[in-house]
Nanobody, 114 residues
């Protein structure tokens, strides 16, 4: 099983990034996919979740209206489009797959700073 995140980096406030998570080794279309983030010294928080068929999505209040989660079950990928980024969005972002088991990626760093 592998979840490999990509797309992180350094961006100025107000900028955009698109994170991607490539999954392999399990039946991707049967799993709820989520993005979490963890800032230094803080707990890992749920950012966004998408149902197994993409019909359900939910975003945490701090990112509503700015972030969008999507998935492509044909390509076994889940993405997080992040717009209007703020310094408080700085964190390591993790991809999670959950169904019978829970799997985590290694994380990708997002830094929002001028």
């Amino acid at each position: 099983v592998q979840l490999v995140e990509s797309g992180g980096g350094l961006v100025q406030p107000g900028g955009s990034l698109r994170l991607s998570c490539a999954a392999s080794g399990f039946t991707f279309s049967s799993y709820v996919m989520s993005w979490y983030r963890q800032a230094p010294g803080k707990e890992r928080d749920l950012v966004a979740v998408i149902g197994s068929d993409g019909g359900y999505t939910n975003l945490a209040d701090p990112v509503k209206g700015r972030f969008t989660i999507s998935r492509d079950n044909a390509k076994n990928t889940v993405s997080l489009q992040m717009n209007s980024l703020k310094p408080e969005d700085t964190a390591v972002y993790y991809c999670n797959a959950r169904a019978f088991r829970s799997y985590w990626g290694q994380g990708t760093q997002v830094t929002v700073s001028s």
